[in-house]
């Protein structure tokens, strides 16, 4: 049974930070690629970062380049997302998503396995 469980989430002002957090528990962060997707309110879900399951590539939504990072730790079987200089179009549930095992997985929904329950963000302008 794979399970993902998202915790940092809250309330910030713009220009912020927060770090949201992904424990993984029967899956290995090193084997699946991992993302992190979001969705705010009365809006699709959209992708925002991944992180490859080997060689540990990353990508990103445009719109976060160079203010997110998405980053594992392996000993602790944990992805992160670090986000700074917050905005308030960044407001809404981030999700952590598993791929397949040791398979490609890219941008969309689809290519995952697994989802976490979600945590909220909240940005003030």
């Known amino acids: 049974q794979v399970q993902l469980v998202e915790a940092g989430g809250g309330l910030v002002q713009a220009g912020g930070s927060l770090r949201l957090s992904c424990a993984a528990s029967g899956r290995t962060v090193s084997t699946s690629t991992m993302a992190w997707f979001r969705q705010a309110p009365g809006k699709e879900r959209e992708f925002v970062a991944l992180?490859?399951?080997?060689?540990?590539?990353?990508d990103y939504l445009d719109s976060v380049k160079g203010r997110f990072t998405i980053s594992r730790d392996i000993v602790k079987n944990t992805v992160y997302l670090q986000m700074n200089s917050l905005k308030p179009e960044d407001t809404a549930v981030y999700y952590c998503?598993?791929?397949?095992?040791?398979?490609?997985?890219?941008?969309?929904?689809?290519?995952?396995?697994?989802w976490g329950q979600g945590t909220q963000v909240t940005v003030s302008s």
């Open positions: 992180i490859t399951w080997n060689p540990g590539s990353t």
């Open positions: 998503a598993a791929g397949p095992s040791q398979r490609v997985a890219r941008r969309e929904s689809r290519d995952y396995e697994f």
